[in-house]
């Protein structure tokens, strides 16, 4: 680390010597507002913004991108990716600790090649505030001023600036002012910790009414408030402070075609979980009505990310604030309010307070499975806090960029986005509404899927789709689907024929764990398609037959003519020790089974609640009686395994479409214990 | 494959979704490539019996209008309402939902008393047949049309968006026109144009139409949080109906 003193007037042929050697994206004025944007004059350069209207994250997660390039049907490739370096001039300490947080969210799980190519190719220069704008809460929220995360930091000290590199990026930048430069004197360091300080204090225009830490224990206390009634009232549900903050990063795909009709472009764009169909899925169930999104964003800020990554998800940037035309986006406010209502929220919790048990539920999905572990996340929310050079205030940990290390060409060579290709072997109707296909995948490659998870099926031109895989995990090359025709992508999928190519990715996401349940009794609870997740695992207990105790299927439909895998049920049913039971909604036409929804069926399955595991899925609706009846029944939550279904995107634990409360079902999911998601509200609404 | 063969009708309206057809130029070309364009008053002279895609334009507004659209219904496979008249009588709907009251004196001025307007009850294309797709604008946006036609081509259904101009105005990031002391529909008006508007420092009167659930209540408020009357709202559209 080094730190040199130079003139205003310095920064401005440094500035022009920067230009001339690479890209420079810098902050300028436009329309009275302040912007990144690519410089092309030194002149243009402003250190003295408020603040952007678009946060710094848009040149690593731009508004819209190319993810994958395709010419359909077979080939699906890579995009071209812009491989200029670029240097990223102006942004203020608390954009710098959103990056940070955005790196350790596209480093995470599966990473993200396209973030984190564009993230090693940036050399971030900071600089401090000089004038704060009319929403910052910085101050409040320990972003002021940040110790890490940037190359070069540049702070105003009377007409002189300090520049301090941080890296060996920064140390490259920092001789481009050439030899005869001043290190800083500690008088110099000085001033700039008064400065420090002067931000600290001054980036408050809201005051927030506790520490930062202390937010994820209020949200635990608070998912019940009125509160989340009373402003959604007033949400327009427009998105607009989702898209300018530096932390939200959730986007939507979407294919383009051009007129050869061949090949395109799948994009992805910025979205938000504020939009009313965020969460709907096809068919129109909505997850999440406008009262249920507007206090996702919150939560998804001050208790989600927190319990998943360590730090609260708002860096005090005041953007949301400015943008709402309603007045309803300020986390101070929201904050502020809850508190009120809530004091308790800074005290010391009780051992097992109950009010916790949101937190908890994440905490232990999320790995820490103890209680103690999980009780401790959730009174020391997992905030890690460094002091910078005075140990006055507390600040975020900041998340390394795990950037540096991460080679560019290893980042492109494997990119999940895109697809491996598989052919159609067979195709057949099951019912007027639900098609199978036998599918195998390019070079007869096997899937090495596991019971219970699914692919993307992707059609280049029309979407993707999540589709559970319907054979068991030990069937060779090839895998089975089941797809009822909904929309866009399952109704393109029936027009194809064997031989046809299709774009898959995958297996993701948990599977059934079978391999930890033998020796106990199968019970299946499926409810109309619900039966295509689970057909994995009674194939596997199938072969495995000596394994397991009794298998007993129970399977409700709408009618008969509904009825799915009719044959295969037949031949299940002669195999020893298993009983299938069914069940229709509506009688219409010839059936020999009951009548009435599945649960008529659980009193005779003769379950024994400690040898039992139980497997359910089905529509969202069937979940809570058959749960309630199972526990009735005497067993217990954690032998009993659903398989969730939400919109989904991306798969791969990115796009933030699939989630429950703070659960990724994508990840965490398909198949969850009932134990994990009981007291998650959103999981079995 | 054989080409899909598209019939283009117009009813009562102005003609611009057309002529947003043949402002497609070079792509023009593209599509006549991947399409027989079978009946089209404006571009061409052939005519057929039997299509596979219909584009509408216009309101429907007298009785033979209803029985010859229910023929080409009848004879279309896919049948698409082009712009605002057709899909829902254009700025009409979305003031409905603002109860405002008497906007068409409004939206149309002095010629809301001539006869193509006047002439019965205005339907849109969905009340009386069933529209499989709808283009929205007004006029619709040739780039759109195109995207539409080639997802149409592809046997997909193409969706009309449901999040508001807000989201692509803050995406183009556009400072908004409330901090600019103006009023804008954007928030309950159903994106897609890539807020045309508003990125030219203009504000969203609302051509497309609503989103599928916009808060009315949320949007007055925002009207008075900015000291603005629901009449401001009024003489602003008819400022824009007298140009
Ligand atoms: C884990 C999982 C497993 C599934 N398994 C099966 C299966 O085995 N068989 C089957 O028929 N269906 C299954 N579904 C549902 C299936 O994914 C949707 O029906 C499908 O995405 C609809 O896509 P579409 O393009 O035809 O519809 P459109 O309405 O055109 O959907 C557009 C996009 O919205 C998203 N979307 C819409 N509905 C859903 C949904 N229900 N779930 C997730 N994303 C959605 C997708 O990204 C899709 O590309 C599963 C869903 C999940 C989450
Ligand atoms: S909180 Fe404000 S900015 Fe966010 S969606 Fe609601 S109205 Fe729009
Ligand atoms: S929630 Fe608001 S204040 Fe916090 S980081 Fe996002 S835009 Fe900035
Ligand atoms: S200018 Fe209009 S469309 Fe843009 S953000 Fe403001 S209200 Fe929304
Ligand atoms: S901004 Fe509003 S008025 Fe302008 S084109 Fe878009 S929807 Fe129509
Ligand atoms: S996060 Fe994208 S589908 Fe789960």
């Given at each position: 680390?080094?730190?040199?003193?130079?003139?205003?007037?310095?920064?401005?042929?440094?500035?022009?010597?920067?230009?001339?050697?690479?890209?420079?994206?810098?902050?300028?004025?436009?329309?009275?507002?302040?912007?990144?944007?690519?410089?092309?004059?030194?002149?243009?350069?402003?250190?003295?913004?408020?603040?952007?209207?678009?946060?710094?994250?848009?040149?690593?997660?731009?508004?819209?991108?190319?993810?994958?390039?395709?010419?359909?049907?077979?080939?699906?490739?890579?995009?071209?990716?812009?491989?200029?370096?670029?240097?990223?001039?102006?942004?203020?300490?608390?954009?710098?600790?959103?990056?940070?947080?955005?790196?350790?969210?596209?480093?995470?799980?599966?990473?993200?090649?396209?973030?984190?190519?564009?993230?090693?190719?940036?050399?971030?220069?900071?600089?401090?505030?000089?004038?704060?704008?009319?929403?910052?809460?910085?101050?409040?929220?320990?972003?002021?001023?940040?110790?890490?995360?940037?190359?070069?930091?540049?702070?105003?000290?009377?007409?002189?600036?300090?520049?301090?590199?941080?890296?060996?990026?920064?140390?490259?930048?920092?001789?481009?002012?050439?030899?005869?430069?001043?290190?800083?004197?500690?008088?110099?360091?000085?001033?700039?910790?008064?400065?420090?300080?002067?931000?600290?204090?001054?980036?408050?225009?809201?005051?927030?009414?506790?520490?930062?830490?202390?937010?994820?224990?209020?949200?635990?206390?608070?998912?019940?408030?009125?509160?989340?009634?009373?402003?959604?009232?007033?949400?327009?549900?427009?998105?607009?402070?989702?898209?300018?903050?530096?932390?939200?990063?959730?986007?939507?795909?979407?294919?383009?075609?051009?007129?050869?009709?061949?090949?395109?472009?799948?994009?992805?764009?910025?979205?938000?979980c504020?939009l009313e169909d965020f969460a709907k899925v096809a068919g129109g169930h909505q997850f999440r009505l406008r009262r249920d999104r507007?206090?996702h964003?919150?939560?998804?800020?001050?208790?989600?990310?927190?319990?998943?990554?360590?730090?609260?998800?708002?860096?005090?940037?005041?953007?949301?604030?400015?943008?709402?035309?309603?007045?309803?986006?300020?986390?101070?406010?929201?904050?502020?309010?809850?508190?009120?209502?809530?004091?308790?929220?800074?005290?010391?919790?009780?051992?097992?307070?109950?009010?916790?048990?949101?937190?908890?539920?994440?905490?232990?999905?999320?790995?820490?499975?103890?209680?103690?572990?999980?009780?401790?996340?959730?009174?020391?929310?997992?905030?890690?806090?460094?002091?910078?050079?005075?140990?006055?205030?507390?600040?975020?940990?900041?998340?390394?960029?795990?950037?540096?290390?991460?080679?560019?060409?290893?980042?492109?060579?494997?990119?999940?986005?895109?697809?491996?290709?598989?052919?159609?072997?067979?195709?057949?109707?099951?019912?007027?509404h639900?098609?199978?296909?036998?599918?195998?995948?390019?070079?007869?490659?096997?899937?090495?899927?596991?019971?219970?998870?699914?692919?993307?099926?992707?059609?280049?031109?029309?979407?993707?789709a999540p589709i559970s895989?319907?054979?068991?995990?030990?069937?060779?090359?090839?895998?089975?689907?089941?797809?009822r025709r909904v929309g866009n992508v399952t109704?393109?999928?029936?027009?194809?024929?064997?031989?046809?190519?299709?774009?898959?990715?995958?297996?993701?996401?948990?599977?059934?764990?079978?391999?930890?349940?033998?020796?106990?009794?199968?019970?299946?609870?499926?409810g109309g398609i619900g039966?295509v997740?689970?057909?994995?695992?009674?194939?596997?207990?199938?072969?495995?037959?000596?394994?397991?105790?009794?298998?007993?299927?129970?399977?409700?439909?709408r009618?008969?003519?509904?009825?799915?895998?009719?044959?295969?049920?037949?031949?299940?049913?002669?195999?020893?020790?298993?009983?299938?039971?069914?069940?229709?909604?509506?009688?219409?036409?010839?059936?020999?089974?009951?009548?009435?929804?599945?649960?008529?069926?659980?009193?005779?399955?003769?379950?024994?609640?400690?040898?039992?595991?139980?497997?359910?899925c089905g529509p969202p609706v069937m979940y809570r009686y058959?749960?309630?009846?199972?526990?009735?029944?005497?067993?217990?939550?954690?032998?009993?395994?659903v398989s969730l279904e939400r919109k989904m995107k991306?798969?791969?634990?990115?796009?933030?479409h699939c989630q429950i409360?703070?659960?990724?079902v994508?990840?965490?999911g398909p198949?969850?214990?009932?134990?994990?998601?009981?007291?998650?509200p959103e999981a079995l609404q | 494959?054989?080409?899909?063969?598209?019939?283009?009708?117009?009813?009562?309206?102005?003609?611009?979704?057309?002529?947003?057809?043949?402002?497609?130029?070079?792509?023009?070309?593209?599509?006549?490539?991947?399409?027989?364009?079978?009946?089209?008053?404006?571009?061409?002279?052939?005519?057929?019996?039997?299509?596979?895609?219909?584009?509408?334009?216009?309101?429907?507004?007298?009785?033979?209008?209803?029985?010859?659209?229910?023929?080409?219904?009848?004879?279309?496979?896919?049948?698409?309402?082009?712009?605002?008249?057709?899909?829902?009588?254009?700025?009409?709907?979305?003031?409905?939902?603002?109860?405002?009251?008497?906007?068409?004196?409004?939206?149309?001025?002095?010629?809301?008393?001539?006869?193509?307007?006047?002439?019965?009850?205005?339907?849109?294309?969905?009340?009386?047949?069933?529209?499989?797709?709808?283009?929205?604008?007004?006029?619709?946006?040739?780039?759109?049309?195109?995207?539409?036609?080639?997802?149409?081509?592809?046997?997909?259904?193409?969706k009309?968006?449901n999040?508001?101009?807000?989201?692509?105005?803050?995406?183009?990031?556009?400072?908004?026109?409330?901090?600019?002391?103006?009023?804008?529909?954007?928030?309950?008006?159903?994106?897609?144009?890539?807020?045309?508007?508003?990125?030219?420092?203009?504000?969203?009167?609302?051509?497309?139409?609503?989103?599928d659930e916009?808060?009315?209540?949320?949007?007055?408020?925002?009207?008075?949080?900015?000291?603005?009357?629901?009449?401001?709202?009024?003489?602003?559209?008819?400022?824009?109906?007298?140009?």
């Amino acid at each position: 680390m080094r730190v040199i003193k130079v003139e205003e007037t310095q920064i401005a042929s440094w500035t022009r010597t920067l230009l001339a050697q690479q890209r420079v994206v810098a902050v300028q004025e436009r329309d009275e507002r302040f912007v990144f944007d690519d410089l092309h004059q030194a002149e243009d350069l402003r250190l003295d913004h408020d603040v952007t209207l678009q946060p710094p994250l848009r040149h690593f997660l731009p508004e819209r991108e190319e993810l994958v390039s395709f010419d359909r049907p077979d080939r699906y490739a890579p995009v071209e990716p812009d491989d200029r370096p670029f240097v990223l001039l102006g942004v203020h300490p608390y954009d710098v600790a959103a990056i940070c947080q955005m790196d350790a969210v596209f480093a995470a799980g599966v990473p993200d090649p396209h973030y984190n190519r564009r993230r090693a190719l940036a050399t971030v220069v900071a600089c401090d505030v000089e004038t704060p704008s009319g929403n910052v809460f910085a101050g409040a929220m320990g972003t002021a001023v940040v110790e890490d995360g940037y190359d070069v930091l540049l702070t105003r000290i009377g007409r002189q600036y300090l520049v301090e590199s941080r890296t060996a990026k920064g140390d490259g930048l920092l001789a481009l002012f050439g030899d005869d430069v001043e290190d800083a004197l500690p008088s110099d360091l000085r001033r700039r910790e008064a400065v420090w300080r002067r931000n600290r204090q001054g980036l408050r225009q809201h005051a927030l009414a506790c520490p930062p830490q202390a937010l994820p224990r209020l949200l635990a206390l608070s998912y019940n408030d009125e509160l989340w009634q009373e402003r959604s009232e007033y949400c327009l549900s427009c998105g607009a402070c989702n898209l300018v903050c530096p932390t939200c990063y959730c986007f939507d795909v979407q294919d383009v075609v051009g007129w050869d009709l061949k090949s395109g472009r799948r994009l992805r764009l910025c979205d938000s979980c504020m939009l009313e169909d965020f969460a709907k899925v096809a068919g129109g169930h909505q997850f999440r009505l406008r009262r249920d999104r507007y206090r996702h964003r919150f939560y998804r800020k001050g208790l989600y990310t927190p319990e998943r990554f360590g730090f609260v998800a708002c860096v005090g940037c005041g953007r949301c604030i400015d943008s709402c035309i309603a007045g309803v986006a300020s986390p101070v406010d929201v904050y502020n309010t809850l508190l009120e209502r809530h004091p308790e929220a800074l005290e010391e919790p009780r051992e097992g307070a109950g009010a916790r048990s949101l937190g908890q539920a994440l905490a232990s999905l999320l790995g820490r499975e103890s209680a103690e572990e999980a009780a401790s996340a959730a009174r020391e929310p997992v905030l890690t806090l460094r002091p910078r050079c005075e140990a006055e205030e507390p600040r975020l940990a900041l998340a390394k960029a795990a950037t540096d290390a991460l080679e560019v060409e290893q980042l492109v060579a494997k990119d999940p986005y895109v697809p491996g290709q598989a052919k159609i072997l067979a195709k057949r109707a099951l019912t007027n509404h639900e098609t199978l296909y036998r599918l195998c995948l390019d070079a007869e490659r096997k899937l090495g899927h596991k019971s219970g998870q699914f692919v993307q099926i992707s059609l280049m031109g029309i979407g993707e789709a999540p589709i559970s895989v319907s054979s068991g995990p030990d069937d060779g090359p090839s895998f089975e689907i089941v797809v009822r025709r909904v929309g866009n992508v399952t109704e393109a999928l029936e027009r194809l024929h064997p031989g046809d190519t299709v774009g898959v990715r995958g297996p993701y996401g948990t599977a059934f764990p079978l391999a930890d349940l033998r020796g106990k009794d199968i019970l299946v609870v499926a409810g109309g398609i619900g039966i295509v997740p689970v057909r994995s695992a009674i194939q596997e207990v199938l072969w495995h037959r000596g394994d397991y105790g009794r298998l007993t299927i129970a399977y409700g439909m709408r009618a008969p003519q509904d009825r799915l895998f009719g044959e295969e049920i037949e031949a299940w049913q002669k195999e020893p020790g298993v009983t299938v039971l069914e069940t229709v909604d509506h009688l219409e036409g010839l059936w020999h089974g009951q009548v009435g929804p599945v649960t008529t069926l659980l009193p005779s399955c003769g379950i024994d609640p400690p040898t039992t595991a139980a497997l359910v899925c089905g529509p969202p609706v069937m979940y809570r009686y058959v749960l309630a009846d199972l526990i009735a029944a005497g067993m217990e939550a954690g032998d009993i395994y659903v398989s969730l279904e939400r919109k989904m995107k991306c798969g791969i634990g990115k796009c933030g479409h699939c989630q429950i409360n703070g659960v990724y079902v994508c990840q965490e999911g398909p198949v969850f214990t009932y134990a994990q998601v009981k007291n998650l509200p959103e999981a079995l609404q | 494959m054989k080409k899909p063969r598209v019939a283009i009708f117009d009813f009562a309206g102005c003609e611009g979704c057309q002529l947003q057809i043949v402002n497609l130029e070079e792509e023009l070309l593209s599509l006549l490539e991947v399409v027989d364009v079978v009946e089209w008053r404006e571009g061409s002279s052939e005519k057929s019996p039997e299509f596979d895609i219909a584009l509408v334009e216009g309101a429907i507004t007298r009785p033979q209008d209803v029985r010859r659209l229910e023929q080409i219904r009848a004879r279309a496979k896919v049948l698409v309402a082009l712009g605002a008249c057709a899909s829902h009588g254009g700025v009409n709907k979305l003031r409905q939902r603002l109860d405002l009251g008497a906007a068409k004196r409004i939206v149309y001025g002095a010629s809301a008393r001539e006869a193509f307007l006047g002439s019965g009850p205005v339907q849109s294309v969905d009340e009386v047949v069933s529209v499989d797709a709808r283009i929205e604008g007004c006029p619709i946006d040739s780039q759109e049309l195109s995207s539409v036609l080639r997802s149409l081509v592809l046997g997909g259904e193409p969706k009309t968006p449901n999040f508001p101009v807000c989201v692509e105005c803050k995406r183009a990031g556009n400072v908004c026109r409330y901090e600019r002391g103006e009023i804008c529909l954007g928030p309950v008006t159903r994106g897609g144009c890539g807020a045309r508007c508003p990125s030219y420092g203009m504000w969203c009167y609302g051509c497309r139409g609503s989103v599928d659930e916009p808060n009315i209540h949320a949007a007055r408020a925002v009207l008075e949080r900015y000291g603005k009357t629901v009449q401001e709202l009024e003489e602003r559209l008819a400022l824009f109906g007298s140009r």
